[in-house]
C-alpha cells in the first residue's frame, strides 16, 4: 500500500491547528478540556457533513461523548502516572489502553452502541496499526520529544507521541474501512487537549518539584545554626546559612544572641508564622473546607528557617567561629496537583506577570559585640584559592557586611577574603589584631593600617580585582600571609607587623613598633623606619644568631633572603641605643651601636635558658656563651646582659667583669671562676655562695647583702684549699685561696649588718666573718685563716668529680723517690674510686680497701694514693657515686650541678613526702617504635617496682650533648596491697588512676618539678598503651 506521508501530515497538522488555539490556553481544566475541546467540538464538525449511513455510527459517536465526559478525563487521570513517569512510553501501550476502555464504556451502554463500540476496540488492536505507527513515527512529534530537555517539555512531547500516533493510525486504517474516520476524530481531538493539560500538569509538578530543593536548602542551612563549647569558649556559626541580621553581645557571661530567620512568603498576605495551615486556607480561600487535611498545602506562607533561635550556654567565650547567614525570602503561590488531588507550594511560573524570584535575599549581615575577654573572630574562608572559579563564587558574597566592635580585652579578627568587614577595636585593648592568614598562601597583600576605609584587591590574570572592603580603627597589630608579598603600613599607634615568607616591605607607624618575621624568606623585606616612631623591635622567632650576619643595621640571612632596614632620616642623631632591637630565636638581642659615623648591631642580651633550649649540646655557662660569641664573630656591647632564671648577669667587657644579682628567693648558688674575667656577686639575704673555679686562676668579689637575722655563707670547700689568707682594705676583705692546681683570690665587700657572715674552709672547719676582720684589723699584712695540716706535692692530681672512669700513667723519676697521686673530689658527693692497677706497686692509700683496690673520697677533699718510685705506674679506675637521699618534707630544691653528679635520688622521707624540684631539668625524649612521644619516653625499664619502692627512669643531655640517666626512687611508695598483684608494673602503667589504697598517704598529690614543668608522680608512670613499651625483666 502506498502512502503519501507528507500530505496527510500536512492535513492531520491543518485539522490539529483549528484547535491549538483553545486547547493551548489552558483554561479549561482536565475533564472540561478533553469532553468539549476533543470530542464535542470535532462531532458537530463531522455532523454538519455527515451523511445517512455515516450518521448512525455519528450518533454513537456523540453518545461516547456522553460517557467521555464522565469516563475518559478519570480514566486518562488513573493513567496518568503511566504517560508522566520516564518509562511511560516503554511501558504503556496507548492503542491497548483505548480500546480495553471503551469495551468498558460497551459495557454500560445500549446494544447498537456498545457494538459500534467493540468494533472501534477491535480495531484499535489490528496488527495493522503497529505497522502504520512504525512509518509514522518518522515524520511524528518524536523530534520534539528528543529536543526537550525540561520536565515540562518531556511530559507534553511523550502524550503528544503518544496520541498522534494513534490518531495517524486510525487515519491509514480507514482506507481499509472508512468508517474508523469516526474514532480518529475524537482521539486526535482528545490528543490535543491532553497534550496541554500535561503540560500544564507538569509545570505545576516541576515548579513544586523545584520549590522543594529551595526548601531542601532552607531546611539544611537552619541545622546548625549555632554550636557552643563553653568548656573551650568556642561559639561556632559556620553552619549558618539562613539566618541573616545575627547579632552576638558577648559582654555578659550569659551571651544575647538575635537573628531574622528565613521565611516563606504569599504575595498577598505576606508571612504569617502565627497562623495554622487551616487559618492560611481561609485567608486565601483555596480549595474547599471539607477537604482532607493531607489535600492542604503545608507550611505555606507560615514557615520560617530556623523555627526558633538557639540559646547560647552561660559561659567565657573567647573564639566566634561566624558564616555568611543571609535571611531569604521564599516567594512562592499554591497550586491545585490534579494527578496528586492536593494543594501544594510552588515557585512562580516564569510567564507569570507576578513572577518573582524563589529566594530573595532580604539582609546579608553579621554584628559581633565582644566583653571583658580577649575575642577571636574567624569568617568562614571563602575565597581559599586564587583561581577564577574560586573568586567569581566569593565575589558573590561581596555585599556581605560584618560589623565587629571589639572590647578591653581586645580583639582578633581574621577575614574570609570576601565582603565589606567594619572593625572597631577598643584603644584600651593592648592587642587589636587583623591577620590576613585566611587568605591563600600565595596572596600579595597590600594594607594600610592609617586609612580608615580601603579595598583590598587581587590580580588575575592582569586584572585587580576587589575582594573585599575593611573600614577599621584602633587596629594596631596586623598580620600578613603565608607566604605572599606582603606591603604593610602602619597608623599612629604602637604596631605590630607579622610577616609572610614572600617577603615585601614594611613602612612603620608612629610609638613603638615590632615586627616579627619567619624563617627561609623567598624575597627580600625591607623595613622603613618612620622618623616619628620611637621604638623598633625586630624578632626572628625561626632564626638562630648563627644564621644571621650583620651588615650596619641590615641581616644577611644564611637560610633565606636578606632584611634590609632603611630610616627615612638615616643621619639622625638617636637619643638611645633603645631604638632599635633585634632579637634571635636562641635567645639573644642585638642593639645599634654608634661607631664613628656608622651603626653597627651588636650583642647586648641572652636569655640562657632559650640558648640552652636551641644549643643544649653547648656550654650554658655566660663564659662559655661569650666564647662561643667570639668564635662567631659577633661584638658585644658596652654591656652584655645574661638572663638564667630567677638570676642574672652582667658583662662588662671593657672590664672583663661578670656580675652576678642574686635572686631575693634564693638560698643556695654556685658561681664558677674563670681566668677570662672576674666574677662580682652582688647578694642577698640568708644565701649561700659556693664557689668553684674552672681554671687554675680565678678572681670573685662577693658583696653581701647584710642581714644579720639571716647570715650569708660563702662556701670555699668546693676549691678544696691547701691555704687560705686573708688582708683588709676598708670594707673589704681579700682572701687568697691556694689550691692544688693554682690560686684563687676572693674580695668579701661587707657592711655592718654582714659580720655574721659565715667562711666554709672544709666540711669541719669554718669562721664568722666579725672574726676575720677582728684578725686583720690589727694586722697590715695578711694572716693565715686556714691551712691543712700537712702538705703533700703530688705527681698528678686528678679532678674526679665529673668523670666517670680514669686512666692515667706516671713515669717513674728515680727509684729512691715515691710517686703520688691526688685524687681531687670537689663536688658535694661522695665519690667511690675502683683501680686497677696495670703498672707499678701500690704502697699506701688513706681510705683504702685492697679487696676489691677502691678508695672513697668524700666531699670537698682529697685522697692520696702512694706508689714505689722502682717502676712507672699506669693504672684505670671506675667512678661512681652513691645515690642522693633526700629525707626531708616541704619543698626541696636540687640545683643543676648537684643532680647532675648523681645518677640516684632516693626519696625516703620520715613524714610527708617532699616536692622535689630538678633546677633547671631538661628531659630529653627518646622516640618510640619511630614515633615521638609528647609525654614522657618509655623504653625498658623506664618504671620497676621493688618490694614496695618505685623507680623512675629520666633521661637528660650532658654538656656533652651525651644521653645520661638519673633514676628517682621513693621508698615504701606503695602499701603491702601492691604484694597481691602478679604485674604491678603493668597495673601501674595502665591505670590512669590506681586504687589509692595501694599507695602510701604520704605520698598521695605529691608533685616532682622537671625544671619549671610540675609532674604529678601518677602521670609520670601512667602510659595509654602498655603494648608500647616493653618493661625490664
Known amino acids: 500500500m502506498s502512502i503519501d506521508v507528507p500530505e496527510i501530515v500536512h492535513s492531520f497538522k491543518h485539522v490539529t491547528q483549528m484547535f491549538s488555539g483553545i486547547t493551548d490556553s489552558g483554561i479549561f481544566d482536565f475533564d472540561i478540556g478533553l469532553s468539549i475541546a476533543g470530542i464535542v467540538q470535532y462531532s458537530r464538525l463531522l455532523e454538519q457533513k455527515g451523511t445517512g449511513e455515516i450518521l448512525s455510527h455519528l450518533n454513537a459517536v456523540i453518545d461516547i461523548k456522553q460517557l467521555a465526559e464522565s469516563t475518559l478525563g478519570s480514566m486518562i487521570q488513573v493513567a496518568g502516572n503511566k504517560f508522566f513517569n520516564p518509562d511511560g512510553l516503554q511501558a504503556f501501550r496507548m492503542e491497548t489502553w483505548l480500546a480495553n476502555n471503551l469495551r468498558k464504556a460497551a459495557s454500560h451502554s445500549g446494544v447498537t452502541l456498545a457494538q459500534a463500540l467493540n468494533s472501534c476496540a477491535r480495531i484499535l488492536e489490528l496488527p495493522i496499526l503497529e505497522t502504520i505507527t512504525g512509518v509514522w513515527g518518522l515524520y511524528s512529534s518524536i523530534s520534539e520529544l528528543q529536543q526537550a530537555r525540561h520536565h515540562t517539555e518531556i511530559m507534553s512531547a511523550r502524550v503528544r507521541v503518544a496520541f498522534d500516533s494513534i490518531s495517524l493510525s486510525l487515519t491509514f486504517a480507514s482506507i481499509a474501512f472508512p468508517p474508523l474516520i469516526v474514532a480518529a476524530g475524537p482521539v486526535a481531538a482528545v490528543g490535543m487537549g491532553a497534550v496541554s493539560i500535561a503540560h500544564n500538569v507538569a509545570s505545576k509538578e516541576e515548579r513544586h518539584q523545584q520549590w522543594m530543593k529551595y526548601r531542601q536548602f532552607l531546611i539544611d542551612g537552619s541545622r546548625n545554626i549555632m554550636t557552643a563549647d563553653p568548656e573551650n569558649g568556642i561559639i561556632d556559626f559556620s553552619g549558618n546559612y539562613v539566618m541573616g541580621e545575627l547579632y552576638l553581645d558577648l559582654r555578659d557571661a550569659k551571651p544575647v544572641l538575635k537573628g531574622r530567620p528565613s521565611f516563606n512568603s504569599n504575595r498577598k498576605i505576606g508571612s504569617c508564622p502565627e497562623l495554622n495551615d487551616w487559618q492560611i486556607r481561609q485567608r486565601l480561600g483555596y480549595g474547599y473546607s471539607f477537604m482532607p487535611a493531607s489535600s492542604l498545602a503545608r507550611g505555606y506562607a507560615n514557615t520560617q528557617w530556623p523555627a526558633h533561635i538557639p540559646l547560647i550556654p552561660e559561659g567565657e567565650y573567647s573564639t566566634v567561629i561566624v558564616g555568611y547567614g543571609r535571611q531569604f525570602r521564599a516567594n512562592t503561590e499554591i497550586e491545585y496537583l490534579s494527578n496528586s488531588l492536593v494543594w501544594r507550594e510552588v515557585i512562580y511560573s516564569p510567564d507569570s506577570r507576578y513572577a518573582l524570584p524563589p529566594l530573595e535575599v532580604l539582609n546579608q549581615q553579621c554584628t559581633v559585640i565582644c566583653g571583658k575577654n580577649k575575642t577571636t573572630i574567624i569568617p568562614v574562608r571563602i575565597l ?586 621513693l621508698r615504701n611508695y606503695f602499701t603491702k596491697r601492691i604484694d597481691d598483684i602478679s604485674e604491678p608494673e603493668k597495673m601501674i602503667a595502665t591505670t590512669p588512676l590506681p586504687d589509692s589504697r595501694l599507695i602510701r598517704q604520704k605520698y598521695h598529690w605529691r608533685l616532682i618539678y622537671m625544671g619549671d614543668t610540675p609532674l604529678s608522680i601518677i602521670g609520670l608512670v601512667s602510659v595509654r598503651n602498655y603494648s608500647k613499651y616493653r618493661m625490664k625483666n
Open 384 to 969: 581559599n584559592e586564587l583561581t577564577p572559579e574560586r573568586i567569581r563564587y566569593a565575589r558573590t558574597f561581596k555585599d556581605y557586611t560584618f560589623t565587629f566592635i571589639g572590647g578591653d580585652g581586645g580583639i582578633t579578627v581574621q577575614p574570609g577574603g570576601v565582603g565589606i568587614y567594619k572593625i572597631d577595636a577598643s584603644p584600651v585593648a593592648e592587642d587589636n589584631v587583623l591577620s590576613f592568614r585566611g587568605l591563600p598562601d600565595s596572596f600579595e597583600l597590600i594594607f594600610d593600617l592609617s586609612l580608615e576605609t580601603q579595598t583590598v584587591m587581587t590580580n588575575i590574570n592582569g586584572e585587580e580585582l576587589p575582594v573585599m572592603t575593611i573600614s577599621q580603627s584602633g587596629i594596631n597589630t596586623i598580620i600578613g600571609s603565608l607566604s605572599g608579598r606582603n606591603r604593610l603600613k602602619g597608623n599612629s599607634l604602637n604596631n605590630t607587623f607579622h610577616t609572610g615568607h614572600g617577603g615585601g616591605e614594611i613602612y612603620s607607624g608612629g610609638g613603638n613598633n615590632r615586627y616579627i618575621i619567619p624563617g627561609k624568606l623567598t624575597s627580600p623585606l625591607s623595613i622603613h623606619l618612620d622618623d616619628d616612631s620611637a621604638r623598633h623591635e625586630i624578632i626572628l622567632p625561626e632564626n638562630d644568631l648563627s644564621h644571621i650576619r650583620a651588615d650596619g643595621i641590615h641581616l644577611r640571612m644564611s637560610n633565606g633572603e636578606d632584611i634590609t632596614v632603611q630610616e627615612v632620616s638615616p643621619n639622625r642623631e638617636h637619643s638611645t641605643s633603645e631604638w632599635l632591637k633585634v632579637y634571635t630565636n636562641d635567645g639573644f638581642m642585638l642593639s645599634p651601636v654608634r661607631e664613628g659615623k656608622q651603626t653597627i648591631l651588636k650583642i647586648s642580651l641572652c636569655d640562657v635558658q632559650r640558648w640552652k633550649g636551641c644549643h643544649p649540646e653547648r656550654d650554658s655557662t655566660p663564659e662559655g656563651i661569650l666564647a662561643v660569641l667570639h668564635d662567631w664573630g659577633w661584638g658585644l656591647d658596652q654591656e652584655v646582659v645574661f638572663h638564667s632564671g630567677n638570676m642574672s648577669a652582667r658583662y662588662i667587657p671593657a672590664a672583663r667583669n661578670l656580675c652576678w644579682q642574686v635572686s631575693v628567693d634564693s638560698s643556695e648558688v654556685t658561681f664558677t671562676g674563670h681566668s677570662s674575667c672576674k666574677t662580682t656577686i652582688y647578694g642577698s639575704s640568708g644565701t649561700r655562695y659556693n664557689l668553684r673555679t674552672y681554671d687554675a686562676n680565678s678572681a670573685f668579689c662577693i658583696e653581701l647583702y647584710g642581714d644579720s637575722n639571716r647570715p650569708e655563707i660563702v662556701d670555699l670547700r668546693e676549691l678544696i684549699p691547701g691555704k687560705v689568707t686573708a688582708e683588709r682594705d676598708g670594707n673589704t676583705l681579700k682572701l687568697t685561696v691556694h689550691h692544688s692546681e693554682g690560686i684563687v683570690s676572693v674580695d668579701i665587700v661587707y657592711n655592718d649588718n654582714s659580720t655574721e657572715t659565715w667562711v666554709y674552709f672544709s666540711p669541719s672547719e669554718m669562721i664568722k666573718l666579725k672574726d676575720i676582720i677582728g684578725l686583720t684589723e690589727s694586722n697590715h699584712h695578711s694572716v693565715i685563716l686556714y691551712q691543712t695540716t700537712t702538705e703533700i706535692s703530688a705527681n698528678k692530681v686528678l679532678r674526679i668529680d665529673n668523670l666517670s672512669s680514669i686512666t692515667t700513667f706516671i713515669p717513674s723519676i728515680s727509684k729512691d723517690k715515691e710517686i703520688i697521686l691526688c685524687l681531687e673530689n670537689s663536688g658535694w658527693t661522695e665519690k667511690n674510686v675502683k683501680l686497677s692497677l696495670l703498672s707499678g706497686k701500690l704502697k699506701d692509700a688513706i681510705n683504702l680497701h685492697k679487696e676489691p683496690l677502691s678508695i672513697n673520697v668524700k666531699p670537698s677533699s682529697v685522697e692520696y694514693v702512694i706508689f714505689s718510685g722502682e717502676e712507672n705506674v699506669s693504672l684505670t679506675g671506675e667512678i661512681s657515686t652513691p645515690p642522693l637521699f633526700i629525707t626531708s618534707s616541704g619543698i626541696v630544691s636540687v640545683p643543676e650541678y648537684r643532680w647532675r653528679s648523681v645518677e640516684q635520688i632516693i626519696i625516703s622521707p620520715v613524714n610527708d613526702a617532699p616536692t622535689v624540684k630538678l633546677i633547671d631539668f631538661i628531659r630529653y625524649e627518646l622516640p618510640l617504635s619511630n614515633e615521638k612521644e609528647s609525654g614522657v619516653m618509655y623504653h625498658p625499664g623506664f618504671i620497676r617496682i621493688h618490694n614496695h619502692d618505685l623507680t623512675i627512669k629520666f633521661f637528660y643531655l650532658s654538656e656533652k650533648n651525651v644521653v645520661r640517666t638519673l633514676d628517682i626512687t
